[in-house]
């Protein structure tokens, strides 16, 4: 990415105009511009635009899909979760590159007054980098600095498909300023500047530091009101390559259904006399007050959906009389219940004080509610139920939530956490690599309170799949700054090879919050491990040539991979299987019978070495590999091995797993298996 055949970036928008003009009811230029919303013309050539399905058919159909991202600094307590050794290596090693990686942040903004983004220590930016500090909305040129380099932001695609801004009725600011928090958040986590005494209302309190303390930010705001639109975010991502990034990130995912490769654009206490003690998550500490249990039936269980039914229904569902100075039981019944939504109707219902939700899947989670709540599971929920239906006034006190270092076991899977397998590619093991995601404490904006309990704070801890992403585009950073020469999937291959899938206590990792088993469908190749994977010894290597062929496998037409490409492709036939892409892992989701795979490990080491193979057979399945030994004389050097994969059981339509390690005595090159048997 980064050439097209246009001189000029004038040059692309006259021929899309052109383009326009050639399909639309008028052939003047200006009837054309009209329907662009984005032109991208400085890193690829292409356009989004309003266009009606007829005249999109007559381009090979375009399409505008709406993508809305999923719910990313930490403190240091989360620096030994990914084996940082107090980050002694990554400054080092961000020292020793004086500070030259930059990091592209496609998300809601930033805000840039946050001490997270001071850059104190930061040498002068260096002169590779192209991009701007757009000035908008309570945003100047000053807010940017030696660390947030760059700030641009992008509503055109947002406007096309719902309105104007303000129609919202949301707070925002029409510039790089974030209203939302949700990028403030990935943005400090992947390279927020080292900051004492941090902490959320007197929890986890510490140094808060991000994994590459010392990379560079450039910021692309292209999410709105958590939506993200492809037209916008596709103009972002023209931008941010021009403007020389080394790493995109973006915490950002479609809605379900998955869309295909070519539609794809990113605590309780005191119960009765026996003081029995209900773990969940609080912010504030309360007095011994009586309780008040709300069935499934009532007002605060209903979810987001039928907000405005239950304000009508208020005096009949929460009876004042009731609940007034009591603390109000709570249910979460569908996975859509709005948790602090409930604490809302606990509020404006008559005066309930303080609120106790039951939600098994996320008692580990901290949110902050407008009444003080707290979390507790289906089976703590069952004992509250026996207490208050026996005792003739029942209390209860909530206590204030502690935090708790070096518990075991952790690492675990959070129960939100996305899982696999992948519906697109089943040969494709996903998810790629886990990383922390959990109550994780990063900067804020205060002007973002919904997420807060209309409360502002600086920090905040949220809890999301997407807040994994910033942890892995740090790492991804800080192996670009020692490996500048590497592509994207050596790096990725470098942090999935060297995932552990242990937990602190040598076992398997399980998932939350009952510690049921997991599969790589759960934990991919596992848990992120930097001072690993800043020396993998061997790598999975694949370029774009590669891409074309494994396109090629899943259905692409000529006219798809033109459009991708820009030149005639061809694919032959037949295509090379799905299974034999040059991924770190290995999967074959459809194995009838006896087959083969190939894999090709380039060597990055210090003189010879030999790497022997180690296999972990799948249930039901033999598994043998050839050669068994790989020797390497020198680093670059690559190697080809396959591995024969014999069942004499099938797996019943379910995947079973296992795992292929070269090591050498110092390395360990991990890859799982996942193989589906369906005949014999």
Known sequence: MGEHSHPDSESVTRANHELFASITATASFHGAEKVAIHHYTKSFRGFSAMLTAEQAQHLGGILILCVKYFLAESTEYIANLIDLAEHEVVVSVFESRKSDVF??????????????????????????????????????????????????????????????????????????????????????????????????????RGIARARAPNARLAIYKACWFNLCFDADILSALDDAIHDGVDILSLSLGPLPPQPIYFENRIQLKYLSGEFK???????????????????????????????NKCKLLQ??????????????????????????????????????????LIDPSVIDIGFQFVKPSTLISQEEAQELQAYMTTEKNPVARIYPTQTLLKTKPALK????????????????????????????????????????????VNYNTISVPS????????????????????????????????????????????????????????YGSGHINLNAAMNPGLVYDFDSHDIIKFLCRTGATPAQLKNLTGE?????????????????????????????????????????????????????????????ELKFTKTGEKMSFRVDFIPFKKTDGSFVFGDLTWGNGIHRVRSPLGLNVLSL
């Open 277 to 307: 003690n209900f773990e969940g998550c609080f912010f504030e500490p309360s007095g011994n007050e009586n309780l008040q249990w709300f069935n499934s039936r009532e007002c605060c269980s209903c979810s987001r959906s039928y907000i």
């Open 467 to 522: 807040i994994s992403c910033p942890h892995v585009s740090a790492v991804a950073a800080i192996l670009k700054s020692r490996q500048p020469s590497w592509s994207p999937a050596a790096i990725m291959s470098a942090i999935m090879t060297t995932a552990t899938v242990l937990d602190n206590n040598n076992h398997i990792i399980l998932r939350g919050p009952n510690g049921t088993q997991t599969t790589p469908f759960d």
């Open 103 to 204: 990091v592209g942040v496609v998300d809601t903004g930033i805000w840039p007054e946050s001490e997270s983004f001071s850059d104190k220590g930061l040498g002068l930016v260096p002169m590779k980098f192209k991009g701007e500090c757009v000035p908008g909305d309570n945003f100047t040129l000053s807010n940017c600095n030696r660390k947030i380099i760059g700030a641009r932001l992008y509503s055109q695609g947002f406007a096309a498909a719902n309105g104007t801004l303000e129609s919202s009725n949301h707070t925002f600011f029409r510039s790089a300023r974030d209203s939302d928090g949700h990028a403030t958040h990935t943005a400090s986590t992947i390279a927020g500047s080292k900051v004492e005494n941090v902490g959320l209302f007197g929890m986890a």
């Open 315 to 356: 005096e009949q569902y929460l009876d004042p009389t009731l609940i007034k100075g009591k603390i109000v039981v709570c249910m979460i019944e569908t996975v859509t219940d709005s948790r602090r939504q409930k604490s809302i109707f606990v509020r404006e219902g008559g005066g309930g004080i303080r609120m106790i």
């Open 568 to 628: 005639g492709n061809y694919c032959q036939n037949p295509p090379i299987p799905s299974y034999n892409f040059n991924y770190p892992s290995i999967g074959v989701s459809n194995m009838n019978g006896s087959l083969s795979i190939h894999r090709t490990v380039t060597y990055y080491g210090e003189g010879p070495t030999v790497y022997v193979a180690q296999i972990n057979y799948p249930t039901g399945v033999n598994v043998s590999g050839s050669p068994a």
């Open 413 to 456: 899977m959070a129960a939100f956490s996305s899982m696999g397998s992948n519906i697109i590619t089943p040969d494709i093991i996903k998810p790629d690599i886990t990383a922390p995601g959990v109550n994780i404490l990063a900067a804020w904006s205060p002007v973002a309170t919904e997420e807060t309990a209309e409360r502002a």
